[in-house]
């Protein structure tokens, strides 16, 4: 019923939860171009700080449009059919959009 693609998008997905929130976070430098990493966080009730060196997730490192495609791909249910519809474009140009995250998304993990 779904292709090896399909699946491993689903599988994916299930990382950009919060992908909403994540929008906030710059994810490169904007005096170098280099990519960021999180280096304090901090307790908004008491405020306990943490630091070190930790890197932002995945998906931060997409583009907003991009954020915003898989965030309503997530809110359609997996239907291509319904985005197509909900962008006025058709299935095979949504289908095409979607091989592209995967590819670049899969080339991100690989680089981490």
């Given at each position: 019923m779904f292709n090896n693609t399909f699946i491993k998008f689903i599988l994916l997905l299930?990382?950009?939860i919060f992908i909403e929130e994540m929008?906030?976070?710059?994810?490169i430098c904007p005096s170098c171009d280099t990519k960021l990493d999180v280096s304090k966080l901090t307790c908004s009730s008491c405020n306990t700080e943490v630091s070190g060196?930790?890197?932002l997730p995945i998906w931060t490192q997409l583009t907003l449009?991009?954020?915003?495609f898989v965030l309503e791909f997530?809110?359609?249910s997996?239907?291509?059919k319904e985005m197509a519809n909900q962008l006025g474009k058709s299935y095979p140009t949504v289908r095409n959009k979607l091989d592209d995250l995967i590819d670049k998304l899969l080339g991100l993990k690989n680089n981490d």
């Open positions: 299930i990382i950009f929008k906030k976070f710059p994810n060196k930790f890197m449009e991009e954020q915003d997530l809110l359609k997996g239907s291509l």
